[in-house]
């Protein structure tokens, strides 16, 4: 957010006159329960509590907006006492942060995705995660301070972001082990800004000069180049000003003053150094001389990564440079010559010597490895892309004048959009893509629904265009075309959303004949319509205070271990896999099919059961099972939960099941009445002629509420 924010309420509007809105009063429901059958099938009733449902005219976009949505609940992991975080990769990798195997990398993308849930549970365990469980270790560069300001944007509560003031103080000073001070520029890796054979890396290796590199991954470009990057530099960037607005509403002016020093001289110094004009581009400086490459010199190419500045909104309203306009940088990304690929946003130009050379395979596979030469990541796409957004909505003079418009964004959000799609129509988000052809590059086991990107955010903040704010205003600035576009866009609804302690619901109709409301742009807070019909346009909507309640935190799972020698212990009558047991309390839970996940007993077991005993007797009110659905697997026929006391097993007293019978690919929810137990059972009747996978059992509680 940009001084931009505080603009003269001159274009406040409540659009629309009194007597339209008298006329068109009812808000429209959109059939909810339905879509989420269609989308989310016997695990359609999370979603109904959960996420904010959006009808759109392309049926891509409204695809994969729900995906995304499923994708996201896939990468939850409950991890006991600090009630869950969220993960990147659904398998654990060698380079995960143990035992909970997340990675700081990608939580900023979480928490972007995560703040339009409706409660903020999920975004307030994973903050408390990153800053006092040790989530936030540096393992990679991150922006993990200023994703936390901007959930608070749309829950209207800067509680979850105070407490850890002095936190993000501390992590951002310990980045001063990666600043020059007398450039005012942070340098890194690019192997530890998540991004390796860059072309800093590549040629500081040498391999850019070569026509065949060394096998050695250490000498070919996976690791060194470290340079000051646009990346880290924005990053902390933003963390200085989320530092500086959060100190303020602390009441710490001087610390909010020297934050945004801070700030201001990281800016001063990426426009000044990091800026290209040769190449109108936001580009690398060495760090440091090898043998190929000088301290101080440029890299000698244009990467994605020099839009990342304008996901932070760096670079001046102004506009000005010394050699134009900065948002010239953008004609890269629309031409297909340079960073603009048929299939998918570049990583590298094609002029650069080494693009798409292969350097890196997998060793047991032989596939193609990770490498940022060229192939398109939805990581660095989704960043752009939150860029442009930025550029069109902040900047509308700076991007007209270099003729980028709103078409330009809808049309690179549709590539992106298709990006998620196989060959068969069917979505799994993987690492990278070959941008001349659109398939998937490393199709390894770990690459199925990766999750290391935005696009719900993309499509509400973007698209849609609410452009969440800390005060109590509504703003929307919709990026979509006008119609007589190519490709317009009709209609689209967006229900179900919660924003600073409102409902808020917005419909948008041509010409009046889905939604009934006349045409253009309506808007409704907690049911009654506060702006429209309207054309779309800017607008900026007072809120009455929204209410406030009690931080919300995910509840404690009591059955989860995520592998740690002194925590529950899973036992069961028999197992197909050695480590099937431990995966049912492991907290990952998901119902893709493509990585496996969860116990199953023997095939010759006929009254299998299974077992989660506690290191101490807990009082448990609930148990939640998670049954996997697919060929040859279906729910049990039957089940019954059991408690172990000092007096030994009994059922659990006063058991309400939902649903009453047995599901799956969906939540199993038992409550019954609070008893202390020193373990839970679940005995189980397997299906006729099928079998049955155990994906998660999960235990809480009396203070569960309900998820």
């Known amino acids: 957010m940009s001084s931009k924010r505080a603009k003269v309420f001159a274009c406040l509007v409540l659009a629309g006159t009194a007597s339209a809105q008298a006329k068109y009063p009812v808000e429209p429901a959109l059939p909810i329960a339905r879509m989420a059958d269609q989308y989310f099938g016997a695990d359609a009733r999370w979603y109904e509590r959960n996420i904010p449902f959006l009808e759109i005219d392309d049926p891509e976009i409204q695809q994969i907006y729900f995906y995304r949505w499923k994708l996201f609940r896939s990468h939850i992991r409950e991890i006991g006492a600090e009630g869950t975080t969220v993960v990147e990769f659904l398998p654990n990798v060698p380079w995960a942060r143990q035992p909970d195997t997340d990675l700081n990398d990608s939580a900023a993308f979480h928490l972007m995705e995560g703040r339009w849930l409706r409660s903020p549970a999920v975004v307030n365990s994973l903050i408390g995660h990153l800053y006092t469980g040790g989530g936030d270790d540096r393992h990679f560069s991150e922006w993990i301070a200023a994703a936390t300001e901007q959930t ?22 310990l980045w001063d082990d990666h600043l020059d001070r007398q450039r005012n520029l942070y340098w890194i890796e690019p192997l530890l800004d998540a991004t ?66 801070r700030a201001e001289a990281i800016r001063g110094a990426v426009l000044s150094e990091l800026w290209n004009p040769g190449m109108q581009h936001f580009v690398d400086r060495y760090q440091r001389s090898t043998k190929y490459v000088a301290a101080g010199d440029f890299i000698r190419g244009r990467e994605l990564v020099g839009f990342v500045p304008w996901m932070f909104e760096l670079p001046p309203q102004a506009q000005a440079s010394d050699s134009g306009s900065y948002a010239s940088a953008w004609r890269h990304a629309l031409a297909s010559s340079e960073l603009g690929g048929p299939f998918g946003l570049r990583t590298v130009e094609p002029s650069y010597p080494r693009f798409m050379t292969q350097y890196r395979y997998d060793f047991e596979t032989g596939r193609r490895e990770c490498q940022w030469n060229g192939p398109s990541w939805p990581f660095q796409t989704s960043q752009a892309l939150t860029g442009l957004a930025n550029l069109l909505d902040d900047y509308p003079r700076a991007a ?27 979505p799994d988000l993987q690492e990278d893509y070959d941008p001349e052809t659109g398939t998937p590059i490393v199709g390894l086991p770990r690459s199925h629904h990766y999750s290391h990107s935005t696009d719900i955010d ?7 265009g609410l452009r969440p704010r800390p005060d109590d205003v509504l703003e929307l600035n919709p990026l979509v075309p006008p119609e007589g576009s190519s490709r317009p866009i009709h209609y689209f609804a967006v229900n179900q959303l919660a924003y600073h302690g409102h409902r808020i619901a917005l419909f948008y109709d041509a010409d009046g004949s889905r939604y009934h409301l006349g045409r253009g742009l309506s808007i409704f807070v907690d049911g009654r319509r506060r702006s429209g019909p309207s054309p779309l346009g800017h607008l900026l909507i007072p809120l009455p205070p929204g209410r406030r309640s009690e931080t919300a935190m995910s509840p404690e799972d009591l059955a989860v271990n995520v592998g740690v020698p002194d925590g529950p212990k899973g036992s069961a009558s028999s197992s197909d896999s050695p480590e099937g047991i431990a995966q049912a309390i492991d907290g990952r839970m998901w119902f893709f099919p493509e990585i496996v996940n969860g116990w199953s007993p023997s095939t010759e077991d006929a009254n299998p059961w299974y077992m989660v005993e506690f290191p101490r007797p807990r009082t448990v009110a609930s148990v939640e099972l998670d049954f996997f659905a697919g060929p040859g697997f279906a729910a049990p026929a039957k089940y019954k939960v059991q408690a172990r006391t000092d007096e030994g097993w009994s059922d659990v007293q006063g058991a309400r099941r939902d649903p009453a019978v047995p599901l799956a690919g969906g939540a199993n929810r038992i409550e019954f009445s609070p008893q202390q137990a020193r373990a839970i059972r679940v005995l189980l009747q397997p299906a006729s002629e099928v079998r049955l996978r155990l994906i998660e059992l999960k235990a809480y509680g009396p203070q569960k509420k309900d998820r």
């Open 152 to 173: 608070t944007w749309v829950t209207g509560d800067p509680a979850p972001a105070l407490k850890h003031l002095d936190t993000m103080q501390h992590i951002f000073n």
């Open 196 to 261: 390796e054979y860059t072309i800093a890396s590549i040629d500081a290796s040498g391999a850019g000069f070569q026509e065949h590199a060394s096998p050695d991954q250490n000498q070919n470009g996976f690791t060194g180049g470290f340079a000051f990057r646009p990346s880290i530099n924005s990053y902390q960037y933003a963390n200085a000003m989320a530092i500086s607005r959060l100190a303020r509403a602390a009441g710490q002016p001087q610390v909010a003053d020297d934050y945004e020093r």
């Open 400 to 426: 007209a004048s270099d003729g980028i418009a709103k078409a330009d964004y809808l049309r690179l959000l549709r590539q992106y959009t298709h990006q998620h799609l196989l060959a068969d129509g069917q």
């Open 458 to 464: 993309l499509v509400l903040s973007g698209l849609i």
